[in-house]
């Protein structure tokens, strides 16, 4: 068998990084093959996904075809509907759309902390920084490294509405999370029951590469959260062969699930609204204001307009009865009102993850600065 007909996928990614991690941990548990090529320690490899696809960012896949799939949300998405087996989709139209609703809650929301505890503190910053920049020169990996460090910790954490007053709450959220997670995986081995699902996978990024690794926030989750660290190694190890045929998902009615409920209602949705009006007004950064936290001049996203569009998309799929569910489940905690307010907002981004990329239709290559440093998106 060549080495073509083995590996039909080539994911580029980095040991370290959050969405490598999600991506990665979806194709294990799937048994899809693929080759990983690590661009840690190929900085030719990582720019090459840039003249690829158009996005200087990992994880991508190449396929065997040449074609080329990124950003984690549409690829597992594309991947679910081209390899059969337990999808990571709950067939009940209203538990999937909380999976996907949880999933894009963990992707973005729970990026403020992950960037916090990996680049706050000094001893974090000094691994990470110098894990990073060896790409560029193992000989002066140390002073890039400081560098490089000090530069995360400035544009993903002080310039994107951290700051002394609300810092040790963007701390906090690490302990929020467990708070739902401790007792939630005590009684169940996945999020949503007894088989991952997308809700898994959203967490999983920042809690695998971030929390669950990184050298100070992973003692506090080898202390505080073990029955989190041992879901982190449970997922990472899963495989679709050896799960029970039968799945067992579990509606997020009890308890433990209310603060999380709250958070989604009163403090994501609201900021993927807010952040959404700014961009339809050209604002580049807006004074965010939610129910527990609230971030001056955080940086406008693009990206996160387009998740709004796409959760407002897979929210109208859904009959009025499974809609009604959905809105049930919330409604003690704030309502889903923040996910409709001033209609949708275009993030012209729609065209953009249309899968999978042909190299040859890619028109915007990424810039000198962007091919250093990267986009972090997922």
């Not at 080495?3 to 991690?21: C, H, V």
């Not at 530069?151 to 709450?169: I, T």
């Not at 996910?339 to 999978?356: A, H, K, T, V, Y």
Request: proline share 6%.
């Amino acid at each position: 068998m060549s080495a073509e007909n083995r590996y039909p996928y080539t994911l580029y990614k980095m040991d370290i990084s959050y969405f490598s991690g999600k991506l990665e941990g979806y194709l294990r548990y799937k048994e899809i093959p693929y080759k990983a090529v690590e661009c840690c320690d190929d900085l030719r490899a990582f720019h090459r996904v840039g003249y690829k696809t158009g996005f200087q960012k990992v994880p991508a896949i190449e396929m065997a075809d040449g074609k080329w799939l990124f950003d984690t949300t549409p690829t597992i998405q594309w991947l679910e509907n081209q390899h059969t087996g337990q999808s990571v989709l709950p067939s009940d139209p209203g538990l999937r759309f909380l999976a996907l609703l949880i999933e894009d809650y963990g992707d973005e929301w729970l990026w403020r902390p992950a960037m916090w505890w990996r680049w706050v503190p000094k001893s974090s910053r000094a691994l990470l920084g110098r894990r990073i920049t060896k790409i560029y020169s193992k000989r002066l990996a140390i002073p890039l490294g400081f560098y490089f460090g000090r530069r995360q910790l400035s544009e993903w954490v002080w310039r994107d509405g951290v700051n002394k007053h609300n810092s040790n709450a963007v701390r906090d959220m690490l302990f929020r999370e467990l708070e739902l997670l401790e007792p939630l995986l005590e009684e169940q081995p996945f999020i949503l029951g007894s088989h991952p699902s997308i809700a898994d996978f959203g967490f999983f990024g920042s809690f695998f590469r971030h929390f669950g690794n990184d050298p100070v926030s992973a003692e506090v989750i080898r202390r505080q959260g073990p029955n989190t660290y041992e879901w982190l190694a449970r997922l990472w190890n899963a495989k679709q062969s050896r799960m029970a045929e039968e799945v067992n998902w579990q509606w997020p009615e009890a308890e433990h699930w209310r603060p999380l409920l709250k958070r989604i209602a009163k403090d994501y949705l609201p900021y993927l609204h807010q952040n959404a009006v700014a961009f339809s007004q050209g604002k580049k950064r807006f004074d965010y204001v939610g129910h527990s936290h609230v971030f001056k001049q955080t940086v406008t996203t693009s990206y996160r307009v387009w998740c709004r569009q796409e959760l407002q998309r897979n929210f109208s799929l859904l009959n009025k009865e499974d809609r009604m569910k959905v809105e049930t489940l919330f409604e003690p905690v704030g309502g889903l009102s923040s996910l409709q307010e001033s209609g949708i907002i275009d993030s012209r981004m729609s065209n953009q993850f249309e899968l999978p990329v042909d190299p040859q239709k890619v028109r915007q290559k990424p810039g000198l600065i962007t091919r250093y440093y990267g986009q972090p998106r997922n």
